[in-house]
T-cell receptor, first 111, second 115 residues
Framework: QKEVEQNSGPLSVPEGAIASLNCTYS??????FFWYRQYSGKSPELIMF????GDKEDGRFTAQLNKASQYVSLLIRDSQPSDSATYLC???????????FGQGTTLQVKP | GAVVSQHPSWVICKSGTSVKIECRSL??????MFWYRQFPKQSLMLMAT?????????EQGVEKDKFLINHASLTLSTLTVTSAHPEDSSFYIC???????????FGPGTRLTVT
């Protein structure tokens, strides 16, 4: 079992819709969770982090964390073509500062 | 805030030569820096973790004598690819982490091509 799992996609949504990206992790001791966006040929960019159960909103982005289910998600409201990218879920190891990355989900927002 | 720079952004070198890549945190002190490699259409692969003033910790399967890492200050880490071969051609990305939180901020990456 992979430590951090994401559906590779591609996830295709129409412009203006809500995109829902999901991630599960195996280490129950994990405390810190991150979403990065990576455009093709570029390096990852941190867009959200969440430490507590529940929802965290930042503009069009909402991160959701459920530690009991070992599940973290990212919602993108009013999706734009510029949101088309690969979204990487990352989890900090319970005993180290290293981030464990999922394989990423490719999002395509169609005009 | 949280800006990380990398230099050079791309480099082409001949097989057998060495290449040095610099990673700098511009507006914060990075207690820990990480070096990743990414092949096309693949996820990030962590190569090593470096803390200022101490030896880097390499991930399993990464040759420490080939990928030399120096973290001389809280704002600068360098990766030297020694005796580069075409199979070392990849996208090398550093990230920096500071303070008590685990957020990592990535540099723009260095694309290395070995001919």
């Amino acid at each position: 079992q992979k430590e951090v799992e994401q559906n590779s996609g591609p996830l295709s949504v129409p412009e203006g819709a809500i995109a829902s990206l999901n991630c599960t992790y195996s280490d129950r001791g994990s405390q810190s969770f991150f979403w990065y966006r990576q455009y093709s040929g570029k390096s990852p960019e941190l867009i959200m982090f969440i430490y507590s159960n529940g929802d965290k909103e930042d503009g069009r982005f909402t991160a959701q964390l459920n530690k009991a289910s070992q599940y973290v998600s990212l919602l993108i409201r009013d999706s734009q073509p510029s949101d088309s990218a690969t979204y990487l879920c990352a989890v900090a190891g319970s005993n180290t500062g290293k981030l464990i990355f999922g394989q990423g989900t490719t999002l395509q927002v169609k005009p | 805030g949280a800006v990380v720079s990398q230099h050079p952004s791309w480099v082409i070198c001949k097989s057998g030569t060495s290449v040095k890549i610099e990673c700098r945190s511009l507006d914060f002190q990075a207690t820990t820096m990480f070096w990743y490699r990414q092949f096309p259409k693949q996820s990030l692969m962590l190569m090593a973790t470096s803390n200022e003033g101490s030896k880097a910790t390499y991930e399993q399967g990464v040759e420490k004598d080939k990928f030399l890492i120096n973290h001389a200050s809280l704002t600068l880490s360098t990766l030297t690819v020694t005796s580069a071969h075409p199979e070392d051609s990849s996208f090398y990305i550093c990230s920096a982490q500071g303070g008590a939180s685990y957020e990592q901020y990535f540099g723009p990456g260095t694309r290395l091509t070995v001919t």
